[in-house]
């Protein structure tokens, strides 16, 4: 069965940087789009990036919500069947969990999503 | 960037009622080419991640119960539950990946 297992979150203080990691397995891992989503303590849902599959038109291409852009960088390793977020020049209202997720489709676009992680816990303090 | 409005913010519902949640995109998330709704909703129950319930607006997921079922095409969508269970209880977000970034409603949070 799909599984994705989030590491490397915790405690880090403004303006340092931290790297997150996202274990699938269960699925062809290069064939599916791929996206961090974040939740703040007691908020709502927030999109933060899209990796597209391997080989599509857009070449693995990258996208990312205004409030991380420049700052956070989606990457994947097909051959460790794993995604990554690079954090940077992290502030206070980074602070959340970041769940991994799956698209629903394989070889697809703009797509819904449908298996997620359990997510990783980023705090961001002094 | 395509902003996602629900209503209301929580809803308090009896067992057995009926529970309706609106959805509101700030643009058309329709693609005549497919004709499609780029909407999808998630539940997400206290201390889990969402889970996927409707998406292309009205398909329901696979392992979803029927008493979950959505409509609407364009901007306007709604995500109705028509017997509530006491499993229902969570905070429902609809969310459009019609283009990026793939923006979330705020959530309405459905309590009994």
């Known amino acids: 069965q799909v599984q994705l297992v989030e590491s490397g979150g915790g405690v880090v203080q403004p303006g340092r940087s931290l790297r997150l990691s996202c274990a699938a397995s269960?699925?062809?891992?290069?064939?599916?789009?791929m996206h961090w989503v974040r939740q703040a303590p007691g908020k709502g849902l927030e999109w933060v990036a899209l990796?597209?599959?391997?080989?599509?038109?857009?070449?693995?291409?990258?996208y990312y919500a205004d409030s991380v852009k420049g700052r956070f960088t989606i990457s994947r390793d097909s051959s460790k069947n794993t995604l990554y977020l690079q954090m940077n020049s992290l502030r206070a209202e980074d602070t959340a969990v970041y769940y991994c997720?799956?698209?629903?489709?394989?070889?697809?676009?703009?797509?819904?999503?449908?298996?997620w992680g359990q997510g990783t816990l980023v705090t961001v303090s002094s | 960037d395509i902003v996602m409005t629900q209503s209301p913010d929580s809803l308090a519902v009896s067992l057995g009622e009926r529970a309706t949640i609106n959805c509101k995109s700030s643009?058309?998330?329709?693609?005549?080419?497919?004709?499609?709704?780029?909407l999808t909703w998630y539940q997400q129950r206290p201390g889990q991640p969402p889970k996927l319930l409707i998406y292309w607006a009205s398909t329901r997921e696979s392992g979803v119960p029927d008493r979950f079922s959505g409509s609407g095409s364009g901007t306007d969508f709604t995500l109705t539950i028509s017997s509530l269970q006491a499993e229902d209880v969570a905070v429902y977000y609809c969310?459009?990946?019609?283009?990026?970034?793939?923006?979330f409603g705020q959530g309405t949070k459905l309590e009994i």
């Open positions: 997720v799956r698209e629903l489709d394989a070889y697809s676009g703009y797509v819904p999503l449908d298996h």
């Open positions: 643009q058309s998330v329709f693609y005549s080419s497919n004709n499609k709704n780029y």
């Open positions: 969310q459009q990946h019609y283009s990026t970034p793939y923006t």
């Open positions: 990796i597209w599959y391997e080989g599509s038109n857009d070449g693995g291409n990258k």
């Open positions: 269960g699925f062809t891992f290069s064939s599916y789009g």
